[in-house]
């Protein structure tokens, strides 16, 4: 296991450097740089500028230059905002996001074993029937629409009501949480419902199970200790994905939500093209996915007895 | 299994009763049999052999949901292809006087004049500033009148003069009649108890109004003059010519219609749709159709030749596979850039499809390699087939069925990336429209003006829909493995 582990972790630290040295040939694709601005400078000033900031250096110090400040992890500073650099913008916003992002995490993942649970389970046709169709909707409806139309709805019965029941936006309590924890997961909460579904479909079947019911225990306890259990293990293998479609979803959610949150401050980089912000932050995300991913799998191998096995051949 | 055993004893049982029962067998003679013809028995039970893909083709005919999602799909190509052919207004075209209208009907109106300008009335027979000790004994102003025609270009007001007024509020109210309670809202205020006019301009529709003025000073008074107008829709003749350059005044022209409305500058949002569609489904349908030639002759390749260039060519599929793929899509979408004047849309294209081979990549060399080592491919072999014959006669018409469903999914998901993108702004440049940049457009107003918004989401998840659901449904069709299960 422990061997099993280290691999992980030395792959998830060769990708992320892949990650890096993408990200920084993708930057210095871009046509011009930070220098060239609305106004004209004169050559000297240019020159200067450009060896403050090691711009006259080949490609592959600044390169050099690059890694070595990412592996100190220091992220670069904002070319658009005074005074900020990438960490700060990380340290004040991320905490925000990782609140969001974990509080539809949660939700996603109970509602879609919930969801799952009930259509893998019902005898009527109707609810299978129709949380499948649900399913389908939400995987196909993109999170700005739920965003943007569960925020008209909320004003308006906000309206109704007099008061405030739910704000639709800004960042403050728990109450501002809901609504965009329930939008951002909700697209996941969909996958993980068909999964725990098929996974539910397949145990039904199995021979301890069959064991189970002949050995007379109750519906409900073969349910909860037979089938549950064993169907959940295939959902954690993909909470990993799940992660990373919560965390990039989040660039939308927030921006609609208008929660200042990590994701947020990522678009309108995009949107200012912030270089070294967009820079910063991409290898920050990449980092960050790559070792969610890994944290999971890690996890999944110590929950789930079997894995041991194929992790020792693999 | 269980339930044939138990079928099968019952009839065995059943049989024996009538042997031992059944009169009518006893009294059975030689007489009764005769040989049966031979015409019986050629007739063979029989059905026309089916091809993989008339099979294919058959159970999806009998998946409903497919089927409609085929035909919404069909739709969608027939909205895009055909529709600027028979809708016919200028996607471009901003009609400054129509902004962010709702859904309308083709409306006839009036072509006014260039207006003459308005001539405030100002009475020289009360003062502006009366002392304030008549506040309260404030009139209402009497007779409120209106001047000239009321059209939605303009409603001009007057009334007389109220004694001791220092001003005067105007309230405009698209309900019932104003009340003590209700007078509308209040849209100007008037400084000067000698000005008694006052031309009102804004946001009029063609619809009942009521408008009310009340005299003030300091305090307002509690009576009012009111008077209801209906407005008659007029257009001015330089906005008019825009649309028809021989447009005169005092005729009545026809403005088009706008079915889904307009929005906020003014353009017809049907139109753009068509031309939005256009963009969305390109990106939709070229980049994973470039993605999967990519991938399959990557797979193909690695899968076929085996060995060091399938190790090397499946460790840069892994690498690639580990970007995060949405936050590398705005990467790239940033360093392919798009210079001034060009749409974004090929930046968009080259992005997605260096980031999305490595899924048909893998799906094709685990196809080819469980192919390849088949009986049927090492007979064929033996019998000395050249590999272009294998590849083309066996592995790829084999692998083809696997290849569609996973484009079909394919589709969706870059519609979905394409609309993500747009909508963060990062997608194709603004004078170009895609669904997902009219969304990130309709929703600044989507609280107001919500048509602005809904229809292109609409069409957007429609699409994402119909393609999820078509791929679900050929994947039950064409996955051999599927249907063992059924």
Excluded at chain 1, 66 to 81: C, E
Excluded at chain 2, 116 to 122: D, G, K, R, S
Excluded at chain 2, 125 to 133: G, I, K, M, Y
Excluded at chain 2, 179 to 195: F, H, K, Q, T, W
């Amino acid at each position: 296991m422990l061997k099993y582990i280290l691999t992980r972790l030395l792959s998830g630290i060769l990708t992320v450097y892949f990650i890096a040295t993408v990200t920084f040939a993708a930057m210095h694709l871009v046509p011009g740089d930070p220098i060239t601005g609305n106004k004209a400078t004169s050559p000297e000033i240019r020159a200067n500028l450009e060896r403050k900031y090691g711009l006259d250096r080949p490609v592959l110090v600044q390169y050099g230059i690059y890694l070595k400040n990412m592996v100190n992890g220091d992220f670069g500073i904002s070319f658009t905002q005074q005074n900020r650099s990438v960490n700060d913008i990380i340290r004040s916003h991320f905490p925000i996001s990782a609140t969001l992002g974990i509080a539809s995490i949660l939700f996603a993942t109970f509602g879609g074993i919930f969801f799952g649970a009930l259509t893998g389970i019902s005898r009527k046709k109707i609810y299978d029937r129709s949380i499948m169709f649900g399913v389908i909707l939400a995987i196909s409806v993109p999170s700005f629409v739920f965003a943007a139309v569960s925020q008209f709805f909320m004003t308006e019965l906000n309206q109704k009501a007099g008061t405030t029941l739910l704000p639709v936006g800004g960042w403050g309590g728990l109450s501002h949480m809901i609504l965009p924890a329930i939008v951002l997961g909700l697209g996941t909460l969909a996958f993980l419902t068909r999964l725990m579904r098929s996974s539910l479909l397949e145990v039904v079947n199995q021979d301890y199970i069959r064991t189970a019911r002949a050995k007379g225990l109750s519906p409900t306890r073969i349910f909860f200790s037979h089938q549950l259990r064993n169907a959940v293990l295939p959902v954690i293998t993909v909470l990993g994905p799940a992660i990373a479609a919560i965390t990039t979803g989040g660039f939308v959610v927030e921006s609609v939500f208008a929660i200042p949150g990590l994701g947020r401050y990522f678009v309108q980089a995009v949107q200012q093209l912030d270089y070294t912000v967009i820079m910063g932050l991409t290898v920050f995300y990449g980092a960050f996915l790559v070792f969610m991913v890994i944290t999971v799998d890690i996890a999944y191998g110590l929950i789930d007895p079997r894995i041991k096995v194929s992790a020792r051949s693999a | 299994m269980l339930k044939s055993t138990t079928a099968h004893s019952e009839t065995n049982s059943r049989f024996q009763k009538t042997m031992e029962v059944d009169p009518l067998i006893q009294d059975l003679t030689l007489q009764d049999f005769f040989q049966a013809s031979r015409e019986v028995s050629k007739q063979k039970i029989s059905r026309p052999s089916l091809s993989y893909w008339k099979d294919a083709w058959l159970r999806l005919q009998r998946n409903r949901q497919a089927i409609t999602s085929l035909g919404i799909i069909a739709g969608l190509t027939v909205f895009t292809l055909a529709g600027p052919l028979a809708w016919r207004l200028d996607p471009a075209f901003q009609d400054l006087t129509r902004i962010s209208e709702p859904p309308t009907f083709a409306k006839s109106v009036l072509v006014l004049g260039e207006p003459e300008p308005f001539q405030e009335l100002v009475s020289s027979e009360v003062p502006a500033t009366p002392q304030l000790d008549a506040a309260a004994t404030l009139k209402a102003p009497g007779l409120l009148q209106i001047t000239g025609n009321p059209t939605t270009q303009s409603v001009r007001l007057q009334w007389s003069p109220s004694e001791g007024a220092s001003g005067y509020v105007v309230y405009r109210s698209e309900e019932g009649p104003p009340g003590e309670d209700y007078l509308g809202v209040p849209i100007a205020e008037i400084e000067g108890g000698n000005r008694l006019s006052y031309e009102d301009r804004f946001n009029l529709e063609a619809r009942r109004y009521h408008y009310a003025v009340t005299a003030k000073n300091g305090a307002e008074s509690a009576g009012f003059s009111a008077i209801e107008t209906t407005l008659a829709p007029a257009i001015r003749v330089a906005d008019a010519r825009k649309l028809t350059p021989d447009a005169e005044p005092g005729t009545r022209m026809t403005l088009p219609a706008h079915p889904l409305g307009t929005d906020y500058l003014g353009r017809d949002l049907l139109a753009r749709l068509m031309e939005g569609a256009r963009v969305s489904l390109f990106i939709g349908f070229v980049a994973p159709l470039l993605a999967m030639m990519i991938g399959i002759l990557i797979g193909g390749v690695s899968g076929f030749a085996g060995g060091k260039v399938d190790h090397w060519l499946m460790r840069m599929t892994d690498f690639v596979l580990a970007l995060p793929f949405l936050l590398f899509m705005i990467l790239f979408k940033v360093a392919f850039g798009a210079g001034a004047g060009e749409s974004g849309i090929s930046a968009m294209l080259l992005a997605m499809v260096i980031l999305s081979w490595t899924g048909s990549a893998r799906l094709v060399r685990g196809q080819v390699l469980q192919l390849r080592d088949s009986e049927f491919v090492q007979a064929s072999r033996l019998l000395g087939a050249s590999w272009v014959y294998l590849l083309l006669r066996h592995l790829l018409p084999n692998t083809m069925g696997v290849i569609l469903v996973s484009l079909t999914f394919a589709i969706p998901s870059a519609i979905f990336t394409e609309a993500f993108l747009s909508f963060i702004g990062m997608g194709v440049a603004p004078p170009t429209p895609s669904w997902g940049s009219m969304c990130n457009d309709g929703i600044q107003t989507f609280l107001t003006h919500p048509h602005e918004f809904l229809f292109p989401a609409l069409f957007i998840s429609m699409a994402v829909l119909a393609f999820n659901l078509l791929g679900d449904g050929l994947r039950d069709a064409l996955d051999p493995k599927m249907r063992s299960v059924q």
